[in-house]
Nanobody
Framework: VQLQASGGGLVQAGGSLRLSCAAS???????MGWYRQPPGKQRELVAA?????VYGDSVKGRFTISRDNAKNMVYLLMNSLKPEDTAVYYC?????????WGQGTLVTVSS
């Protein structure tokens, strides 16, 4: 599976962005998610959608993950952005113990 993330950019604090992830194959059976890696920090889970939907504690209530299986697309709507949301955001796909990563898209939130 090849994953192509897009939609990153520079936004002011309090603003919104929507990230998109295009998969090269059907994602029906995959757990799809978004991870992020802030500067100088480890990669962390942002949100994932599979049998259940989960969110990282720091984004609950602000971010929403959605998927369109018919289009092989996954989205991340990010509202009320904060400077600490600045990171490279990665699209992720998992089927059992097989994982795939996209190339990442940079989100920068200015204060």
């Amino acid at each position: 599976v090849q994953l192509q993330a897009s939609g990153g950019g520079l936004v002011q604090a309090g603003g919104s962005l929507r990230l998109s992830c295009a998969a090269s194959t059907s994602i029906n059976s995959y757990r799809m998610g978004w991870y992020r890696q802030p500067p100088g920090k480890q990669r962390e889970l942002v949100a994932a959608s599979g049998a259940t939907t989960v969110y990282g504690d720091s984004v609950k209530g602000r971010f929403t993950i959605s998927r369109d299986n018919a289009k092989n697309m996954v989205y991340l709507l990010m509202n009320s952005l904060k400077p600490e949301d600045t990171a490279v955001y990665y699209c992720h796909a998992q089927l059992y113990d097989i994982e795939y990563w996209g190339q990442g898209t940079l989100v920068t939130v200015s204060s």
